[in-house]
């Protein structure tokens, strides 16, 4: 089978990790394809930016030319995930809904660790609009920006180590999620530091998707997720 | 002062209805602005709709050449309120929100009658999200399509109040909200089919937002809706 | 129009100084008449003096021999609003909902800064009834006893400013609501030392009641707030 | 011991009455004292009559003359008992929460029959207020009045068994309480109509409050229940 | 009438200590009858030796010879309760919930000091299934294993009182409950230390079993808790 | 990989048929093994039998005398999970959750169809302990005991369809959960008459055990899942 694993932002280099990881846990016989948007911010860390990614992945994955199984969307705490599922009928996998759906499987309470403070609203309003919020013990900023995760891997490891730490301690976790699609491939060594398990969003998210095409399950269209209804559209899809 | 009034959809005739409703009810001295996005949908009743709106109506606001006071949009359900927060320190007024606040004081519950099924849960999400669900009693579809409520306005009222009926009846609203910026107008005759107050969402935003401005107050920068941070923008905004 | 602004506790100076807020927002043509109860106590910290006030500004009004448009309750966290609702077809505003609904409008969540520690109950418990608790990130006391609020105003604004930068801090607020009408006044200085947005309910309530009028909602008569149904009533109003 | 049993309203055949259930079931050697307020309405039944019946129970109280262990306050739904809290060291039982209360322990879910429709939101907000709305399965109404409760004892049988059976049908509550202190005495009749055990809040009353003061547990006096502060009351408690 | 109290151990001591407890407060012509498991774990402190003695107390009861009026299940946090409801008519009462129910009549929330850290979510989740944690302000953890409480009593109460006044000053609990059947006898000592009301599970479970006898109540059978139905069951009960 | 496939009755066709639900979804080189517990009731429907399939699916467990990598729970609404993940590292998937969890990313809410209606609680009970209540639309009876969907799989098919399309009409639910194990098998003709996605807990829990052990997740051992601590333990096991 084939799955996109589309990026929110427009950085290249976050794509090709991502697919990495992506591609690391895959099933024989599961093709990852990594995409990036055409437009769109360098990195996706409030509203504005994440509305704009939104449609941004959604027309990458509309001018993506070949058939595919099942999409992920990379981003974390981002907005768009219900619009591609009104586009297709194939799943769609948001990673921190998949980061947290699988962490609850393996402890009674999670937290996730993310990039910078402004970006926490956004993940618990994404939790709890997909009904996995009742487990969440804590949305916690490491204060990394997400392009920095890359220019200093050791300093990121701390920072988010930390707030781990202290996420098991006082908000009582019993698993971490790492919350931004750039932390993938961090987790072992958060591991070493709190003894918990950590989930990453994008490696879940491929079994979860994986899993979904062996069920056979496709997108429920009976109403919310019903395709967009025939319209006059202006201006859109932008020129290239 | 100066309020920006800006519909989700491309329908100019549906601008030029709301900025109407909003002139109507505003305070001597108000100037009221109706924009139209240059990008979008005829009508919005989906999720990718509303999304693609959430950016279109961010982009209407952004290229607004003069200062203005306060922002209105003018969607119900519609995503996006909380990227134009960031973008801008004036008051951001959504529609949806407007109307439940308004409802909440003058009766203990309040349902919402608006267009089609589909869009149902996105405004029960917006609600949700804004912390105004606990007194919903209902969110309830006449079936009528946006643009059909223009065509057949007494059909519109028909649906729309037999809607009304049953969620005063058996869903114990007190209060009902029109859910529909293209509904302004259609108060009054639901009013006279329900003895219950009706509240549009277009005119009760005009008044918050004029207190809001009154009262000095602007848009908490603090944390989650601080201004997006400098970014390397690619391919954005689209040329025209 | 003629706004009623009932302070709950007999004290006159506060009667006199919440009238001025009052006044001090109100739009041109809006005549604000500040009353004091007949009886109760001179200042309201708990749910005896509340009780007892709830019926005072309930008889308060009711003894109020002009016509008026929409009656202010001016007590943080006092009972007895649905009373004034039943009693009454024009609109009835609590403060300390109108300083809620107000506060959800410029930040994701808001906290309230009030007198005594005994007092926050009332006002957990009057926000969770009016369904505004959401979005509370918490109600926090300054330990000023009411009528001290005016007898050291530069103690109280120290006192109430340290309990503000903690809830922003702490607890996460993005806009603090100062919940006590006797702080009326105090808004400006808390503004500078939090950087947050602070909503006083008075003038909140002053530019809601004004708003509900004007869009012509009265409240619901349906159910809960329906007239007392005719009775025979036993040494009641009490006699002069 | 002694128990106070506090009714709502001033109709003295219904505290005969209520004092004579609460006899029925009190324990060897408990004193059953029934009380009627000074003043207030001939029958409890909206928010105007129930913030009255609060402080009219609060001064039947205060105007005892003998010691006494515990108090019922025997409105259903009323305002007040947080304020006898205050005034008092003794338990305090409200009916409402009472009949919950023991409801809970006899089936996974209950549910309330109760007077007049517009009683129903008052019961709602007392339970909670109250933190025992977890289990409720709904509160419906009779549709008698409460003084008709007395005059058609066989109607009101019928009334509120057809609510009983329709709660445990469609609501699937599987414990009826009776919610409204008028309807002590039915409780048999409406067990052999439904099957489903049925809690008559002024007898649980009693038995709660008994067990309390046989567990030699008294109010909390660290913050809510605190009592009130020393301060000048105007022209209150009125003059007989 | 005659009660049974069923310890959740098999440590013959603890069932000795629970009864003499139970004894202490039970009314005149009640008969205590404290039994003993005949299989499971000597101390439960998790979730495997929980489900286990869920079991064992069922078949303890249910190999009791002699009529009995109610039962009491004398495990904090523990497993079983609905199971035995189906299997009796007479009330079935839960310390953890006896507790919780008590405490909520005499303080606005109330918090539970037990055992170990590991115990704490069994609690939460049985005080949440019950529909009791509204008003829970914590669970806290004092550290001692059950085994420990008897052994090093004064080290039990300074532990146990340590966190109970953290939990009235930090989490704002007005009433603390003592999370552990072992922990009976110690209340005494913990109101000293705290200075508010502290119930314990067993007495109060008491008083509670003979209020739902005095007033008639019996289990609900109309659907959750209705007998078993006829069944072949296999090796079960276990050969003594 | 190995995964246990426990059955919570002790009907071995039923085991046998779950088994091959199993297999029929397992990846290559996952080796399903089907167990029966050695006690229990032959079908498990209501809570005195799940409590004791509970100890005894753990007991199966324990005596496995072969290395394994993951176990699946397979009975919907049963206890115990959380006791078997005391005892294990590897994950523990109960199939109630599975499917709950696995239904979210297919629709916006989901209804379970299970057998008897004295069921019902104990699926919600087990879905709000999971964290997987806010996307449930309703847990709906068919009205079919667990034996008899083997003898009638016609009438049972029509029976569940008949719920399954009252909760898609009625209840709003977008997919529907097959809530019996013993329903395995039905899927695809449910699909037929409903329209909308359905799914199986046994296959849904075998992609998830799988899921987890490819990512190299187990039971986080911080406090909650803890292994048991060292104790006396009376007569159990029991002697077979």
Redesign the interface.
Known sequence: MRILVVNVN?TATITESIGEQAAG?A?PGTEIVPLTP??????V????????A??AV?EAVRAYPEPFDAVIQAGYGE??R??L???LDV?V?DIT?AAA??A?????SYSVVTSL??T??LIE?RL????????CASVRASGM?VLDLDRDPAAAVDAIAEQAVRA?EDD?A??ICLGCGGMSGLAERVVERT???V?DGV??AV??A???V??G????K?????P??P??????P???
């Open positions: 427009t846990v099933a055409s437009f769109g911010a360098e990195s860390e409030g509203n504005y930016e994440s509305y704009l939104a449609v959604m907005h768009g219900e619009g599922q009104e586009l799943p996998v809904e759906s699988t609850q499987f393996v402890g009674r403070d402004r926490v609203p309003d709890s609009a997909a009904g996995l919020s009742d487990r920006a098991v009582r019993e698993v003894g918990v398990p989930v490696t879940a079994t979860i994986e899993s979904l062996r069920l399950l496709t997108t429920s009976v109403r919310t997720y019903a967009p209804r319209k006059k559209m202006t201006n859109w932008p020129r290239p």
